[in-house]
């Protein structure tokens, strides 16, 4: 199995990145803080439909060496992107002047003073070793490690959430990617060892204990490492085209949607005429999507996690056909996963490329790998990246040596 997973540990990352810090800013950090990408077990576009969703946190983390700076300058430095240190004003930052990687932890930044927060003038240092643009939430593992990194330097003392509302408005109003919830909650709320299901109206959460090995399954990811053009803009479609199913239903988001009354509800729609069937396909996902949501949870918490596997599955089935946001290579995934026994996957994130997860009983992890391998070599497509999902911790400050 390949992993681009930084295997050192913890602490020696913190070393190293303290180096870093030091060669660059010629100053010693603070603090040294960690966020997790993310793998979403089912719920997916569901999060800016007020509906559910069950993450778990990935073991590759984004972290963050930090040390406040006297002046009103944001310094920022990645080791993952080419190019010299970025320099801001604190004071004027404004949405849509910063370009690249640097809106990010600006956006942050914005945010926070924003929302009446006292900021000084900082340097932060980034390494990652999440996969970029693979569905598994590289910009909410920075967007909170920064929120995080920044709260802990001004004594704010924001809790998990408030870093996970932060980040999300930062990635909307600074960024302009309209995202839900659902990425910023994981890397800041989820927990070593389970699940978080969480209702992303209010906000309430569990966590579900989620200890695949103990039952003899494997999750694994496999990052297709493709990623399709207009996703970002399809993806603003999408959630136009919930809203308007939202409005023709007459219902505050489309979670208010019940499960029972799903046909009833289809029914109204086909009678207003209004429709082409797109708005009638997105409202379908999304509703039997909080359902799936409920059975899994269910199947957990009964000790029956095999059975979630054709959940998986059928989730797949609904975001290729009736959400429209899958690709040829993440359908591949599942049809040659599934195929070769995987108990169950799908693809997970927004789609249009990035990563599947793939449910196996743990003495067929490889033979599946090596059938997706295969499977994509026959397609003529570039091999995935596959490693396993073991549910990690969300955000936190690490030691520095
Ligand atoms: P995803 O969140 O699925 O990985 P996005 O397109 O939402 O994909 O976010 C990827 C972007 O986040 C990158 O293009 C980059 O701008 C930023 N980013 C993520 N990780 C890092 C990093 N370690 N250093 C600098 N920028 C990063
Ligand atoms: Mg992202």
Redesign the pocket.
Known sequence: MTTTQDDRGELDRAAHAAARHRELFGTEPEGFFAAP?RANLIGEHTDYNDGFVMPLALPHI?TITASRRADRLLRVH????PGPTVELSLDGLTPGTVK??A??PAGVAWVLLGAGHRLGGADLY???D?????????????EVVTALALSELNGLGLTPEELARHSQRA?NDFVG?P?GIL?QMASACCAAGHVLYLDTRDLSSRQVPFDMAAEGLRLLVMDTQV?HAHA?GAYGQRRAECEAGAVALGVPALRDVAYPDLDAALARLDATGLDNGVIRRRVRHVVTEDRRVERVIELLEAGRPREIGPVLTEGHASLRDDFAVSCPELDLVVAASTEAGALGARMT??GFG?SAIVLVEADATAAIGEAVTAAFDAAGHRRPRIFEALPSAGARRGALP
């Open positions: 990408g984004t990645s080791r993952d992107v690249g990687w809106g990010y980034v390494e990652s999440v996969p970029t643009g693979a569905g598994l939430s590289s910009s909410a593992a920075l990635e990617m995202c990425d990623k970002d994130g927004g990035g």
